[in-house]
């Protein structure tokens, strides 16, 4: 199967992420895109972009050679692969699967077993950079499969994303995704208990990070998650929450068991994130630890 092959675009889950990247696809990509939620608003939305809603899963995947995923975890991910009306019992041999969430590494490989009994071919390209790159289109993304299928789902994954990685076999895009959200997470702890302490000590949080800008502990999390949440103390819902960064945390710390890896640092950050759910921010943006780190202080 060729990329002249895919005529049709099969898009499933429309939240957050999901709802700009299905619209670039059905806006740049050059086919036609079916999509599916089970919330209708954002399909709605998306039919201006010329999007067409689906009625279900399986009538996506029975209309579809390219069916890309965005769904919030691994739970969601198995649900639609492999339960009633799901995929494996729909797609025609010869599609391809894209899993764009970040899912479990061993759920990934398992999948693409199962999918490949059935002649379906399976990459798992998870995204970073959050809500806004993809409102603009400027995704990362990490893909895990082969030469020939990569080479295959690359045009349509450069209709959301600026740059596209290849990172090994099905799998190594979520090793890459779980380490990067993993190191993502201890940096925002650090930069939070920075400025609890800096605070503390009498200077000014925009000096303190200003400072660090300009240094060693400049990083994307200072620019971003420091500078836009920490600091102004602004921790909206329907960003990436904390139960989300603890579910991506979950899988990290699954994948250092499976190596061998203790991985301390990122169980205190855990530890910290649990915390914060059970202050009251577990649907608030994941920086709202600080909340934590603060009140740990007095």
Do not use: W
């Amino acid at each position: 199967m060729t990329t002249s092959a895919i005529d049709t675009v099969g898009f499933i889950g429309l939240g957050v992420m999901g709802e700009p990247m299905c619209g670039h696809l059905a806006t740049k990509c050059g086919r036609p895109v079916v999509a599916f939620d089970i919330d209708a608003a954002p399909l709605a939305r998306l039919a201006g972009d010329g999007a067409v809603a689906a009625a279900s899963v399986a009538e996506v995947a029975e209309r579809a050679e390219l069916i890309v995923l965005c769904l919030p975890g691994g739970a969601e991910l198995e649900a639609v692969a492999t339960g009633g009306g799901g995929l494996l019992g729909h797609c025609r041999a010869g599609a391809t699967v894209v899993d764009t969430g970040t899912s479990p590494v061993a759920l990934s490989r398992d999948l693409a077993a199962r999918f490949a009994e059935r002649g379906v071919d399976y990459a798992d390209a998870p995204v970073a950079r959050g809500r806004a790159a993809a409102q603009q289109g400027t995704l990362s993304t990490m893909v895990g499969a082969s030469p020939p299928v990569l080479a295959r789902i690359r045009p349509f994954l450069e209709c959301y994303a600026t740059d596209v990685t290849h990172c090994g076999d099905v799998g190594a895009g979520q090793v890459v995704k779980l380490m990067n959200n993993m190191v993502l997470f201890q940096n925002v702890h650090a930069l939070a208990e920075a400025l609890a302490i800096g605070r503390r000590a009498g200077v000014d949080g925009a000096v303190l990070f200003g400072c660090l800008a300009k240094g060693s502990g400049d990083s994307f999390a200072l620019g971003s998650h420091g500078m836009k949440a920490l600091l102004p103390g602004v921790f909206p819902e329907r960003a990436f929450s904390t139960d989300y960064a603890l579910k991506d945390l979950a899988y990290a710390l699954v994948l250092a068991g499976e190596t061998g890896i203790e991985a301390p640092g990122a169980r205190a950050t855990e530890r910290l994130l649990e915390a914060s759910r059970a202050a009251g921010h577990a649907k608030e943006y994941f920086p709202a630890l600080i909340d934590v780190v603060e009140r740990g202080a007095d």
